[in-house]
């Protein structure tokens, strides 16, 4: 099973929005609402931002938005701050029962 | 409070065996499912596999099966990812995560284990 694909990295400046992909196929991402997403700071356990591809858990800023459209998750961030700049990672169930999880977004605020 | 706390750091050998274990507090620890995820140094996050601890319902990645075990002590709350036989490929950070389904979100994770595998 092959990881989720996501860029490698992505930038922008404080105040502004960025989206980030994460492409899966017809047996992950395309087929189940479980895609989740995690935010990760350096040498910091993962942290939950966004489940079943758009809820955001509580205490979770809503400038942090989930959509999906076909086999594409997006994870899109407004009002970009400076503590956002982290690795971001997708995360979907799969066909097989298992999770996969995407290869990670490296966020650089300007 | 919830709480996933893992067991400490390790340096091991390679061909030696190696538990480490996750404990959950603060929630009903059978009715939650445990993960386990994998970070090599400098490298993203894989998923490895997913245990029930309320019948030790457990899955793994096919990337995984047969290289690790992983099991649960309901009666201690605690979960385990076990290797029989360390490669130095194993260095790695190991996290544990909980979830309501085997399909849902890791909504609390540990704080990780850092294992070291090293002649």
């Known amino acids: 099973q092959s990881a989720l694909t996501q860029p490698a990295s992505v930038s922008g400046s404080p105040g502004q929005s960025i989206t980030i992909s994460c492409t899966g196929t017809?047996?992950?991402?395309?087929?189940?609402?479980?895609v989740s997403w995690y935010q990760q700071h350096p040498d910091k356990a993962p942290k939950l931002m966004i489940y079943?591809?758009?809820n955001r858990p509580s205490g979770v800023p809503d400038r942090f938005s989930g959509s999906k459209s076909g086999n594409t998750a997006s994870l899109t961030i407004s009002g970009l701050q400076a503590e956002d700049e982290a690795d971001y990672y997708c995360?979907?169930?799969?066909?097989?029962?298992?999770?996969?999880f995407g290869g990670g977004t490296k966020l650089t605020v300007l | 409070e919830v709480q996933l706390v893992q067991s400490g750091a390790e340096v091991k050998k390679p061909g030696e065996s190696l538990k480490i274990s996750c404990k959950g507090s603060?929630?009903?620890?059978?009715?939650?499912?445990i993960g386990w995820v994998r970070q090599m140094p400098g490298k993203g996050l894989e998923w490895m596999g997913i245990?029930?601890?309320?019948?030790?319902?457990?899955r793994y990645s096919p990337s995984f099966q047969g290289q690790v075990t992983i099991s649960a002590d309901k009666s201690i709350s605690t979960a385990y990812l076990q290797w029989s036989s360390l490669k130095a490929s194993d260095t790695a950070m190991y996290y544990c995560?909980?979830?309501?389904?085997?399909?849902?979100?890791?909504?609390?994770w540990g704080q990780g284990t850092l294992v070291t595998v090293s002649s």
């Open positions: 995560a909980r979830s309501l389904e085997v399909a849902g979100s890791g909504d609390y």
């Open positions: 603060g929630y009903s620890f059978t009715t939650y499912w």
């Open positions: 245990i029930y601890p309320g019948d030790s319902d457990t």
């Open positions: 017809s047996s992950d991402v395309g087929y189940y609402n479980y």
């Open positions: 079943e591809v758009s």
């Open positions: 995360r979907s169930y799969t066909s097989s029962s298992t999770l996969v």
